[in-house]
């Protein structure tokens, strides 16, 4: 996708150019991200490169099927990752915004749930990330599950 940007634009196509400001690689949810990002911050020239997902009635013929190719996306501040963990939060904290801006209403809270055995560091750098945040978590034993 070629995009010719103008300030405070959501999304943004245009003729496919040879000659980019910016170049974004991968259309997934943090390329596109990226992509409406650096067109709302200045008249630049920005191409995002990706597949572009294939519409809900093609699915059942697919042989592959990844996680981010479909209407649900994950975000959360409990990624064992604090860097990913921080990111996802800023995002988060701009969904209303975007949403508002174009008009689609797109995320819904639900929670989430990490389960691993007693002791498991990633269940630790998960709790560690979102206390870091101040993200709500709490620790559950398996009986409460």
């Known amino acids: 996708l070629g995009f010719n940007c103008t300030p405070n634009l959501v999304g943004c196509r245009g003729a496919m150019e040879y000659?980019?400001?910016?170049?974004i690689v991968g259309a997934g949810l943090i390329g596109s991200a990226a992509a409406r990002h650096a067109c709302s911050s200045a008249a630049a020239r920005v191409v995002l490169l990706g597949p572009e997902?294939?519409?809900?009635?093609?699915?059942?013929?697919?042989?592959?099927?990844?996680a981010h190719h479909?209407?649900?996306?994950?975000?959360?501040?409990?990624?064992?990752?604090?860097?990913?963990?921080?990111?996802?939060?800023?995002?988060?904290?701009?969904?209303a915004e975007l949403a508002e801006r174009a008009?689609?209403?797109?995320?819904?809270?639900?929670?989430?749930?990490?389960?691993?055995?007693?002791?498991?560091?990633?269940?630790?750098?998960?709790?560690?990330?979102a206390a870091e945040?101040?993200?709500?978590?709490?620790?559950?034993?398996?009986?409460a599950l």
Do not use: M, N
Not at 19 to 23: F, S, V
């Open 133 to 143: 945040l101040g993200a709500p978590h709490e620790r559950l034993r398996a009986g």
């Open 70 to 95: 479909d209407e649900g996306r994950i975000t959360r501040t409990t990624d064992p990752d604090p860097t990913w963990a921080l990111l996802a939060q800023r995002a988060i904290g701009r969904y």
């Open 19 to 23: 000659e980019y400001d910016l170049a």
């Open 103 to 129: 008009g689609i209403a797109f995320f819904s809270e639900v929670g989430h749930l990490a389960v691993g055995p007693a002791g498991s560091a990633d269940l630790a750098k998960r709790a560690a990330a």
């Open 53 to 66: 997902e294939q519409p809900r009635t093609s699915w059942a013929e697919r042989e592959a099927f990844g």
